[in-house]
């Protein structure tokens, strides 16, 4: 459904302008929409950690000649 309102109410003009989605929905309503988006995100990031593992990858860190004539 699709509630209309008046632009210009003192001129009595006859120019619609449609109201945003979201005006009549209940409160109750949109709290539960955000907790099922914030929920989504979370499984989605732990569902991607769990399906896409980490690559290894190769360290290499120089050692100074001082270090390797301490032993």
């Known amino acids: 459904m699709v509630f209309y309102r008046k632009a210009f ?15 009549g929905m209940p409160d109750t309503i949109k709290f539960l929409l955000v907790l ?5 995100a979370i499984y989605g990031g732990v569902w991607a950690l769990a399906h ?6 190769e360290i ?5 000649s001082e270090k390797l004539r301490a032993k």
Not at 36 to 40: E, N, S, Y
Not at 52 to 57: L, S, V, Y
């Open 9 to 23: 109410p003192k001129q009595g003009l006859a120019a619609r302008v449609p109201l945003p989605v979201g005006v």
């Open 60 to 64: 290499v860190k120089p050692l100074s």
């Open 52 to 57: 896409f593992p980490p690559e290894q990858a």
């Open 36 to 40: 099922m988006v914030l929920g989504g």
